[in-house]
């Protein structure tokens, strides 16, 4: 009888015990970095009505769990430390303790890094050897870095790709790492060259949060919330979601495979034709996959990628995606990326959010005669200028370090250090030069389109960058302008830079312009107005 008492008070206990616990997101881990100078959210599940403490830095604050098990506690702003730290989450119930502690915790700035593969691509697949061989020299700087990182105040919490098209997750996957040998070959590269121009600056602990995935919309990043702001992306996300889930009422999976079967059959009969013939072999065929999988359903990368990282603090966010709706909602782009800004910017609820964004680099090969809004490439990018209308936002500009036969170019050193321009300058107040010129405004006079430009620093130059080095003045022709009278035909332009801020164009056969735009292609190759801190003008029209 004792035997049996005592194995159901065993049992009893083991279930309590497993019964009993504390869950907190997958960023709060070993070696995380927490934001300074704001409000730090911690926050979590745990049994119902429990009573949960955190404990950080002489901070010790309590609440209450709900009736669900959720709790969150705001530390008071903490101040940079590279002290490495412990936090402890406690939680009471009925006379049982439950503790973690998250070890090796620093204080310093946050970032959320995010976007396509441009964003995504770690040190380990940019090392690799260039396409173009003028452009090795930025692989074996990117080698040397790699070899030779060794800053274990630098860090990066990297998202576990994940999808879900319509639960708003709470828990992801991911995982904390240092910018030293070996773990440094899993940090994003942009937002590599962006943190480091961080920490050698500001000389504090900076972490990047890299949520990105490969050859994704802007439409996955969105949440449903955002696209109720709006007729037009309302009536988007509902024509997707329809179609969405009609593909998942008609999947056959048996007839896919067929079809599959057959274009494989086809492909490899066109591949040895064309290796007979000495040509390229046809892309592959791919496997077909599951509706259930697909990536670009609109709210799908937020709700399982972003999602759970909301409240975490951070500073703000960069922002390197586009390329995938190039060809696909380039005309909506600039509305969906200020919706998605200013979505993000409500659901973190800070009171402020810096946004600095990539415009698309140089790619593709050079157009020779000047083209308009059928470039979707150059219509994107211009698109993508529509943010600077939102406060506390900015454009790094990248029509001069692309490469034309590479959509992942290497430079993401310059990437990096532009994007640092903007937040060195709004975020922390340096007295610095942020930009390129940026179109302001133009007038006709008679035959000449006299433009003025914001953001010329120390005045306009003409300019050559060569790979990674700086932008030097030289004394050449402007390139790149196109301009339009009334017959809608354009024309190569000249233009000359007349004064501190304005460029005078004109074309000796148009007597009365109407437009101007300047480095309007998908590789305006030549491009070369830049201000005299070496930073170039970003594409634009005179005429929306």
Known sequence: MKKSISIIFLLVCIQSTFAFEITLPSIFADHMVLQRSQKVPVWGTTEANAMVEVLFADQKKKVRADAEGNWRIDLEPLEASSESRVLTVT?????????????DVLVGE???????????????????????????????????????????????FKVGPDFSVFEEKN?????????????????????????????????VPVAILSCSLGATRIEPWMPKAAYQENDILKTAYNEELATYENQL???????????????????????????????????????????????????????????PLIPFAVKGAIWYQGESNTENGAETYGLKLSTMIESWRKVWGQKTFYFYACQLANYKDPNEAPVGDDDGWALLSYKQSEILKLPNTGLAVLNDIGEAQDIHPKN???????????????????DIVCSGPLYKNSTIKKDKIIIAFDNVGSG????????????????????????????????????????KNQVEVWHTDIKNPVEVRYAWSSNPEGANLYNKEGLPTSLFKTEN
Request: net charge positive; charged share 30%.
């Open 460 to 499: 306009l130059m003409v300019g050559k960058k060569h790979v990674m080095e700086p932008t030097m003045e030289v004394n050449e022709p402007l390139r790149r302008f196109q301009i339009r009278s009334n017959n809608g035909q354009w024309r190569w332009a000249e233009a000359k830079i007349i004064n």
């Open 249 to 307: 009422a008609t999947w056959d999976a048996v007839k896919e495979d067929e079809n599959y079967k057959q274009h494989l059959t086809d492909w490899e009969a066109k591949a040895k034709q064309a290796e007979l013939e000495g040509k390229d072999a046809p892309s592959k065929p791919r496997k077909p996959v599951h509706p259930s999988r697909d990536k670009q359903i609109p709210g799908t990368l937020y709700n399982a990628m972003i999602h």
């Open 171 to 203: 828990q992801g996957r991911g995982n904390w790492s240092k910018a030293i040998h070996g773990e440094v070959n899993e940090f994003s590269g942009t937002a590599y060259f962006f943190g480091r121009e961080l920490r050698w600056e500001l000389q």
């Open 110 to 156: 946050v970032w959320l890094c995010s976007g396509q593969s441009n964003m995504y691509r770690p040190f380990r697949m940019l090392i690799g050897e260039a396409v173009e061989p003028k452009y090795e020299p930025i692989a074996e700087y990117l080698r040397e870095e790699a070899a030779t990182a060794n800053d274990p105040l630098f860090r990066q």
């Open 91 to 103: 939680s009471h119930y009925n006379n049982e303790v439950t503790t973690l502690k998250i070890l």
């Open 412 to 430: 993401k050193v310059d990437t990096g250090k532009r994007l640092s321009l903007w937040a060195l300058k709004q975020a922390y107040k340096k």
